[in-house]
């Protein structure tokens, strides 16, 4: 069953009802190798053992985003004539341990299956995206988790610029391979658990 959390994005409810969840935005990290999948497990550990909160970093580019979403939103509205609803973060008793943050569901969140993600990029980065045509790879996970965690069969792909044309794609669900996207990401929280079990109670 999916719960939608009812506190706005950005807002301290819907950060700590984030914390120690895998959210849709991590998983290219959570089910890569390396140091920056080690630093999010060990991150990821102090919140659920401690509730150790540390400051989140937002890059320029990540506020500029967060600055011009509504006037997208607006925008893929007026584009596409869909009716989208804002959302909270959207939790699966299924999956337990993750998360996603949608920018938007088409209709109502109670049985819709589409899903809307918003991107803000400079320029020159909506100008490659309409000459490669594809998803961009930083975001290929993040759209997929979306769809296994909120239950989705189609997630459109708005890219907007307020001196650009809009990249918009309509990306299905059997554009990815769900089956290895959710082994991975249970076998990441399965390591966190273990990891978590054996850190100290707080003082």
């Known amino acids: 069953m999916i719960t939608w959390h009812d506190a706005p994005q950005g807002s301290d409810e819907w950060l700590d009802a984030r914390m120690g969840l895998l959210t849709a935005s991590n998983f290219k990290t959570a089910l890569s190798k390396g140091s920056t999948r080690d630093t999010l497990m060990r991150k990821m550990a102090a919140e659920i053992a401690w509730g150790a909160k540390d400051e989140g970093y937002k890059s320029a580019a990540m506020q500029r985003g967060n600055d011009l979403e509504a006037e997208a939103r607006k925008s893929f509205t007026a584009d596409t004539g869909l009716s989208v609803a804002e959302v909270g ?22 049985g819709s299956t589409v899903g809307l993600e918003i991107k803000c990029p400079l320029a020159g980065t909506l100008a ?26 189609t997630v459109h792909f708005y890219a907007w610029h307020p001196d ?13 391979d769900m089956v290895k996207l959710e082994a991975g990401a249970t076998a990441f929280v399965r390591e966190l658990n273990d990891f978590v079990s054996k850190l100290p109670t707080r003082f």
């Not at 490659?128 to 069969?153: F, K, N, V, W």
């Not at 650009?164 to 990815?176: E, G, K, M, Q, Y």
């Open 164 to 176: 650009c044309s809009p990249f918009h794609l309509v990306i299905a669900r059997d554009h990815f």
């Open 89 to 110: 973060l959207a939790t699966n008793s299924k999956l337990p341990g993750m998360g996603a943050s949608l920018d938007g569901i088409i209709g109502s969140p109670a």
């Open 128 to 153: 490659g995206y309409h000459y490669d045509g594809r998803i961009p790879s930083a975001y290929r996970e993040q759209i997929a988790a979306q769809m296994l965690i909120c239950e989705l069969t």
